[in-house]
Nanobody, 122 residues
C-alpha cells in the first residue's frame, strides 16, 4: 500500500509560480511512476505530467509543456511539480498518483493523494 500526500497549493496571480510536492510512504521499490493530474470544476480529471521514479522518463501534457517541470527526490520519496507562468485555466485541484505503469491514463494509477487546490487569478 502506498500513501501519497500533496502540499503546496494556493492562490497566485496569473504569470506567477507555485511548487507542489507529493510525498509517498509505503513505497518499497524504485520502480513505477508518479503522475500529476488535475480536475477543474465541472470537468474530467486530466493528465498533467508523469515521471518514473528512476527519473529517466518524463512526459507532459501539451497544455503545460514549457511551463511545468516535474522532478523527484528519491531519498525523500518526494516528487515536485514546479509550475511557472500560471494561467487562470490552470485553476484546478491537483492530484498526484502512483503506480507500476508509466502512463497518461488515470485508470492505471491505483494510489492517489487527497488533492491540493491551485487557484490562478486573472
Amino acid at each position: 500500500q502506498v500513501q501519497l500526500v500533496e502540499a503546496g497549493g494556493g492562490l497566485v496571480q496569473a504569470g506567477g509560480s507555485l511548487r507542489l510536492s507529493c510525498t509517498a510512504s509505503g513505497r518499497t521499490d524504485s520502480g513505477g511512476a508518479v503522475a500529476w493530474f488535475r480536475q477543474a470544476p465541472g470537468k474530467e480529471r486530466e493528465f498533467v505530467t508523469a515521471l518514473t521514479w528512476s527519473g529517466d522518463l518524463t512526459y507532459y501534457a501539451d497544455s503545460v509543456k514549457g511551463r511545468f517541470t516535474v522532478s523527484r527526490d528519491n531519498a525523500e520519496n518526494t516528487v515536485f511539480l514546479q509550475m511557472n507562468s500560471l494561467k487562470p485555466e490552470d485553476t484546478a485541484v491537483y492530484y498526484c498518483a502512483a503506480g507500476r505503469a508509466y502512463s497518461t491514463l488515470k485508470s492505471l494509477y491505483p494510489y492517489w493523494g487527497q488533492g491540493t487546490q491551485v487557484t490562478v487569478s486573472a
